[in-house]
């Protein structure tokens, strides 16, 4: 079933394919509080909608047409992102603006353990999965004309006060955890030595593996893109290696040895030696950041879903995940120095 006008839909695809739709389903992916997602398939051909979700939104949010952008410069660069086919920004097709891009077929683990693969494929995939963030990292964005991707200057600085705006705008109770990060993260800002492009919410469960092998086929999910310091991309992947083995992405207690994942220090050297880097600085500052910055995300979710906007029936669980990830982000900013 769909929330969406179908027979609008396909009036408008019958402006860009050789011939009009005969047949048109759509099927919402489940998964995912950003922007909502379907499978569309037409005369048989699969392809993915993706939308902004409906309802106020808060400012800046949920920019699919800056989606499409991105990935339509990032699929001229060969980097493993779906093609494009359009975007549309007349919300009167189906009440709100999207973009339409290749399906891509292949294999999404939920479950960052991926207790159904071999320790050689456990190493495989995640060593691809460091490989591609690698690639990324070291892409001419100016040669793929994203120069005016994101605003100049110091990437966490305006990092932190975009997430604190955010925070703020959707706040509905007093967390003293998150008023300390507030105070502490932007006297303590660290320097920013490179630019490149930021996918922002890179995780395993927003890649897509080919079906017999553990490379990296496409790379999903680029609400949260913009030019920025690369380290905050590394240190939100990284900090999988230290929240809790809880059937998502988390890593925290993994018998690395037994099961062939790589350890954090393993993958810091991969990439490292894939973006011409000696080392990385202490991550402690960077996860503290990156817990508050999945704050602010799931403030804006307990928010749409008082306003009755979630795109996710779980989104309640997600919720639930607030308080524990601000306390977690208190824990890191002692361990860079804080006195909280």
């Known amino acids: 079933m769909s929330d969406l006008d179908t027979a609008r839909l396909a009036d408008w695809l019958a402006t860009l394919l050789p011939t009009a739709p005969t047949t048109l389903t759509l099927d919402k992916f489940p998964g995912g509080q950003s922007n909502p997602t379907y499978r569309m398939t037409v005369d048989g051909q699969a392809y993915v909608l993706r939308r902004r979700p409906f309802g106020d939104l808060l400012p800046s949010a949920h920019a699919v047409d800056r989606e499409h952008r991105l990935i339509s410069a990032l699929s001229s660069a060969d980097f493993p992102v779906p093609r494009p086919f359009a975007l549309c920004r007349n919300e009167g097709v189906i009440g709100a603006e999207f973009y339409v891009m290749e399906m891509v077929e292949g294999r999404t683990f939920w479950n960052g353990a991926l207790p159904d693969l071999s320790p050689d494929e456990r190493r495989q995939g995640y060593e691809a999965m460091v490989d591609a963030l690698a690639a990324l990292h070291t892409l001419d964005y100016e040669a793929l004309d994203l120069g005016d991707f994101g605003r100049p200057g110091n990437y966490f600085e305006r990092q932190v006060s975009r997430w604190t705006k955010q925070y703020r705008a959707a706040q509905t109770d007093d967390l003293p955890d998150v008023e300390a990060l507030i105070e ?21 469960d927003n890649l897509i593996y080919a079906p017999d092998a553990m490379t990296v086929r496409a790379v999903l999910d680029w609400e949260l893109a913009t030019l920025g310091d690369p380290l905050a991309d590394f240190a939100y992947m990284a900090m999988n290696w230290i929240l809790p083995a809880d059937g998502r992405s988390g890593l925290n207690g993994t018998d690395f040895a037994a099961t062939g994942i790589p350890t954090l220090d393993q993958i810091t050297r991969r990439y490292c030696a894939q973006t011409g880097r000696d080392d990385l600085p202490d991550l402690h500052w960077y996860f503290a950041f990156n817990l508050f910055r999945l704050v602010g995300i799931i403030q804006g979710v307990k928010k749409r879903v008082q306003g009755g906007n979630a795109s996710n029936a779980k989104a309640a669980e997600t919720v639930a995940m607030l308080a524990p990830l601000a306390r977690a982000a208190c824990r890191e900013a002692r361990l860079a120095g804080a006195d909280l």
Do not use: K
């Not at 502490?184 to 395993?204: A, K, M, N, V, W």
């Open 184 to 204: 502490f993260l932007p006297r303590t800002i660290p320097e920013q030595t490179r630019t490149s492009i930021i996918h922002g919410d890179y995780r395993i």
